[in-house]
């Protein structure tokens, strides 16, 4: 069997195919592989507009973190002798009784000889790109370019976040990310040995999982069943019970995972779980703290205030001494590329604190599955203290003040130190294939329907027209105007004018239009000045609206009937309609870095996937390993074994091998060293 992704009739003819041997594929009888999600597919982008607006008032009154406590019998009474010392020492002045949750860490300390884990986020959008990476993380031994030696497979995969596009649910979440995993790692750890049926045999690994912003859509509900209960996933072993986890590595590492929610909220409940945590923590302890999205790269609102509480609440105690642990590293997901920025340790003790602090490092690797984002328009640096990024950037909205000098800001700024995956380079290349828009398969239905539109407006203005001012009506105009299409506008001007005062109602769908356009267009842009988004706005809309005018123009003047010439401009619209579209992603993208995730988004790129797969040593040393995947595979085959053919045994694959393209991984930049105390190594 062969799995064929692409578009039109092959598409259809490969999923027919797959549709006859669902039962033989994995004995799932309703699955079947998925392609990359059609982002500016209309219908997708109505269900998605209207399912966000629903979550973010939804989840705004009713928080499912708030539910996720679940005691064990004799916590109260620990959390009352811990109270007790609390208040005796003087730790906690804002403690609130609540019990200690300190019970559901997952204990991996006894690792002494040393743990591989991984971290992947944004998995789970097309079949091609997840199944690839989930391939590279379930193999025993992984094989890197760039490396003498394979890396094992690790002990625990680190999800951060977003693991299904475009919407939760639990045909989503196994036909998207539960089935390919599966596939990847099966049951049982043999060679060349069927897998076992989910739940029995040996797990190989662990798996936890923080909620990124799709997966809260449908108020976790989803999530907290595929990842909160207890269930195999494949191999692994989904081992926590709350959407934030805390983990316990060897050598006093620990590995936490916050959810922010939608609107970048740590809930109540959380912050007493991560505080308690670190004011257990041993002294000379380490953070590896997981976010589901860069805040610290967001110069505004919620997010940077999130991160912020991390970096100073939990990391100080209440009367502001530092605690005895350090945060050297962050993972975040979200943004669809590999990336690192690092801050230099301080050789200043102004303040009692630097002296043998270790370099800290932000990475972000969102390459887990999801369409691949560019690097080229990232800040050269960022400081968590200032209102403005290097670039322009601006803050508008943050409560807290700057720090009175600037070597406080200084003492807390980042700069850009990986090469960046894709390179900016690459990424200003790719960022030109917006411009083929219009002839992107998966953006068709975008350009039929914006084409049927454009047929909708104009009827409807030339059926107001011939009711109100009479005569041969706004078509009848321009097929009989004597003249170029320049000459024409100022007598259409005033003919619209009178149109218009005569029968308002016929200006309210272009209105609309143009108000839907100008909010998405203002709304997916938080960088720049409010003016100048509404005057490029204004500009772009008005040339989008006489490149309309001028496809009418003509084809109303060629020696066609009406309906004809209609039909034809339902075609010259959508296309001109999806050019357009792309030549503006592209344009302001390049001028002002504005619309980095649409000009990638109406592309679908399902390369350049990354992921992490990180190891720490006996002596405590912290090694991570950013793997790329520069091309995924689009074309697949079922690998099977003398044993998956034996008689009376099911027809399960092990796995799935590609048919032409190699899987090859690679490494992105030296392995990341973070020693255990002090400097570099």
Same mark, same amino acid.
């Given at each position: 069997?062969?799995?064929?992704?692409?578009?039109?009739?092959?598409?259809?003819?490969?999923?027919?195919?797959?549709?006859? !041997?669902?039962?033989?594929?994995?004995?799932?009888?309703?699955? #079947?592989?998925?392609?990359?999600?059609?982002?500016?597919?209309?219908?997708?982008?109505?269900?998605?507009?209207?399912?966000?607006?629903?979550?973010?008032?939804?989840?705004?009154?009713?928080?499912?973190?708030?539910?996720?406590?679940?005691?064990?019998?004799?916590?109260?009474?620990?959390?009352?002798?811990?109270?007790?010392?609390?208040?005796?020492?003087?730790?906690?002045?804002?403690?609130?009784?609540?019990?200690? *949750?300190?019970?559901?860490?997952?204990?991996?300390?006894?690792?002494? &000889?040393?743990?591989?884990?991984?971290?992947?986020?944004?998995?789970?959008?097309?079949?091609?790109?997840?199944?690839?990476?989930?391939?590279?993380?379930?193999?025993?031994?992984?094989?890197?370019?760039?490396?003498?030696?394979?890396?094992?497979?690790?002990?625990?995969?680190?999800?951060?976040?977003?693991?299904?596009?475009?919407?939760?649910?639990?045909?989503?979440?196994?036909?998207?990310? #539960?089935?390919?995993?599966?596939?990847?790692?099966?049951?049982?750890?043999?060679?060349?040995?069927?897998? +076992?049926?989910?739940?029995?045999?040996?797990?190989?690994?662990?798996?936890?999982?923080?909620?990124?912003?799709?997966?809260?859509?449908?108020? %976790?509900?989803?999530?907290?069943?595929?990842?909160?209960?207890?269930?195999?996933?494949?191999?692994?072993?989904?081992?926590?019970?709350?959407?934030?986890?805390?983990?316990?590595?060897?050598?006093?590492?620990?590995?936490?995972?916050?959810?922010?929610?939608?609107?970048?909220?740590?809930?109540?409940?959380?912050?007493?779980?991560? !505080?308690?945590?670190?004011?257990?923590?041993?002294?000379?302890?380490?953070?590896?703290?997981?976010?589901?999205?860069?805040?610290?790269?967001?110069?505004?609102?919620?997010?940077?205030?999130?991160?912020?509480?991390? &970096?100073?609440?939990?990391?100080?105690?209440?009367?502001?001494?530092?605690?005895?642990?350090?945060?050297?590293?962050? %993972?975040?997901?979200?943004?669809?590329?590999?990336?690192?920025?690092?801050?230099?340790?301080?050789?200043?003790?102004?303040?009692?604190?630097?002296?043998? +602090?270790?370099?800290?490092?932000?990475?972000?690797?969102?390459?887990?599955?999801?369409?691949?984002?560019?690097?080229?328009?990232?800040?050269?640096?960022?400081?968590?203290? &200032?209102?403005?990024?290097?670039?322009?950037?601006?803050?508008?909205?943050?409560?807290?003040?700057?720090?009175?000098?600037?070597?406080?800001?200084?003492?807390?700024?980042?700069?850009?130190?990986?090469?960046?995956?894709?390179?900016?380079?690459?990424?200003?290349?790719?960022?030109?294939?917006?411009?083929?828009? *219009?002839?992107?398969?998966?953006? $068709?239905?975008?350009?039929?329907?914006?084409?049927?539109?454009?047929?909708?407006?104009?009827?409807?203005?030339? /059926?107001?027209?011939?009711?109100?001012?009479?005569?041969?009506?706004?078509?009848?105009?321009?097929?009989?105007?004597?003249?170029?299409?320049?000459?024409?506008?100022?007598?259409?001007?005033?003919?619209?004018?009178? %149109?218009?005062?005569?029968?308002?109602?016929?200006?309210?769908?272009?209105?609309?239009?143009?108000?839907?356009?100008?909010?998405?267009?203002?709304?997916?842009?938080?960088?720049?000045?409010?003016?100048?988004?509404?005057?490029?706005?204004?500009? /772009?809309?008005?040339?989008?609206?006489?490149?309309?005018?001028?496809?009418?123009?003509?084809?109303?003047?060629?020696?066609?009937?009406?309906?004809?010439?209609?039909?034809?401009?339902?075609?010259?619209?959508?296309?001109?309609?999806?050019?357009?579209?792309?030549?503006?992603?592209?344009?302001?993208?390049?001028?002002?870095?504005?619309?980095?995730?649409?000009?990638?988004?109406?592309?679908?790129? *399902?390369?350049?996937?990354?992921?992490?797969?990180?190891?720490?040593?006996?002596?405590?040393?912290?090694?991570?390993?950013?793997?790329?995947?520069?091309?995924?595979?689009?074309?697949? !085959?079922?690998?099977?074994?003398?044993?998956?053919?034996?008689?009376?045994?099911? &027809?399960?694959?092990?796995?799935?091998?590609?048919?032409?393209?190699?899987?090859?991984?690679?490494?992105?930049?030296?392995?990341?060293?973070?020693? *255990?105390?002090?400097?570099? $190594?």
């Amino acid at each position: 069997m062969e799995y064929h992704q692409s578009f039109g009739s092959k598409k259809a003819a490969s999923r027919r195919r797959l549709r006859r !041997r669902t039962d033989i594929i994995h004995g799932e009888e309703e699955f #079947q592989p998925r392609d990359m999600v059609p982002w500016f597919h209309p219908v997708e982008m109505a269900r998605t507009a209207v399912r966000v607006l629903l979550a973010n008032v939804v989840t705004t009154y009713s928080d499912s973190r708030l539910a996720m406590t679940g005691e064990p019998a004799g916590a109260h009474s620990v959390e009352r002798a811990f109270r007790e010392l609390a208040a005796a020492e003087g730790w906690w002045s804002d403690y609130d009784g609540r019990p200690d *949750p300190t019970h559901d860490v997952i204990d991996f300390s006894d690792e002494k &000889e040393g743990i591989w884990f991984d971290y992947v986020a944004d998995t789970g959008e097309g079949f091609d790109s997840t199944y690839s990476v989930a391939n590279l993380l379930g193999r025993r031994q992984l094989d890197v370019s760039g490396l003498d030696e394979p890396l094992p497979r690790g002990r625990l995969l680190v999800l951060g976040g977003d693991m299904v596009y475009p919407w939760p649910s639990r045909d989503e979440y196994r036909d998207r990310f #539960q089935v390919p995993f599966r596939w990847a790692l099966p049951g049982r750890d043999s060679e060349g040995g069927r897998s +076992e049926p989910e739940g029995k045999g040996r797990a190989l690994a662990a798996m936890v999982a923080i909620p990124g912003n799709h997966d809260w859509y449908d108020g %976790l509900n989803a999530f907290l069943g595929v990842f909160c209960d207890g269930r195999r996933i494949g191999g692994w072993d989904t081992v926590q019970r709350r959407s934030y986890f805390a983990v316990r590595l060897p050598h006093d590492w620990m590995l936490w995972g916050t959810d922010s929610h939608l609107n970048h909220r740590t809930d109540h409940n959380q912050r007493a779980y991560f !505080r308690s945590l670190s004011m257990r923590a041993e002294e000379g302890s380490k953070v590896i703290l997981c976010t589901p999205t860069p805040s610290w790269l967001e110069p505004w609102g919620e997010a940077r205030r999130n991160i912020r509480y991390f &970096e100073e609440e939990i990391a100080r105690w209440p009367d502001g001494h530092a605690k005895p642990h350090e945060l050297p590293v962050v %993972l975040s997901g979200d943004l669809h590329f590999y990336a690192r920025y690092e801050k230099e340790p301080r050789e200043d003790d102004s303040e009692g604190r630097g002296i043998g +602090e270790s370099v800290r490092h932000r990475i972000i690797c969102g390459g887990g599955g999801a369409y691949t984002r560019g690097t080229h328009d990232l800040p050269l640096s960022v400081s968590l203290w &200032e209102r403005t990024m290097t670039g322009g950037t601006r803050n508008s909205k943050d409560r807290r003040p700057d720090p009175p000098d600037a070597a406080n800001r200084d003492r807390n700024r980042y700069t850009f130190a990986g090469p960046g995956y894709p390179d900016p380079t690459l990424s200003r290349s790719l960022a030109r294939g917006a411009l083929r828009f *219009p002839i992107l398969g998966h953006n $068709l239905p975008y350009c039929l329907a914006f084409g049927l539109h454009l047929l909708a407006i104009t009827g409807i203005v030339h /059926w107001a027209s011939l009711l109100a001012l009479g005569g041969g009506g706004y078509l009848g105009l321009i097929r009989d105007f004597n003249g170029g299409v320049f000459a024409s506008l100022r007598p259409l001007g005033a003919y619209l004018r009178e %149109l218009v005062f005569l029968a308002p109602a016929a200006a309210i769908l272009p209105a609309l239009t143009m108000i839907t356009f100008m909010a998405f267009f203002l709304g997916s842009n938080p960088r720049g000045r409010r003016w100048t988004k509404w005057l490029v706005g204004v500009v /772009w809309m008005a040339i989008a609206a006489f490149a309309f005018y001028a496809g009418l123009f003509y084809l109303l003047r060629l020696d066609l009937h009406l309906l004809l010439a209609l039909l034809l401009y339902v075609l010259v619209g959508g296309f001109l309609a999806g050019a357009l579209t792309g030549v503006g992603l592209w344009l302001v993208n390049r001028l002002w870095g504005w619309n980095s995730n649409e000009v990638f988004s109406c592309q679908s790129i *399902p390369d350049f996937k990354s992921f992490l797969r990180c190891h720490i040593d006996e002596e405590g040393v912290l090694r991570i390993y950013p793997i790329g995947i520069e091309r995924v595979p689009r074309r697949w !085959r079922r690998r099977w074994t003398s044993t998956d053919r034996s008689p009376g045994s099911p &027809e399960m694959p092990t796995d799935m091998e590609p048919v032409e393209d190699s899987l090859v991984a690679h490494l992105l930049e030296p392995p990341i060293v973070v020693p *255990p105390t002090g400097r570099r $190594l």
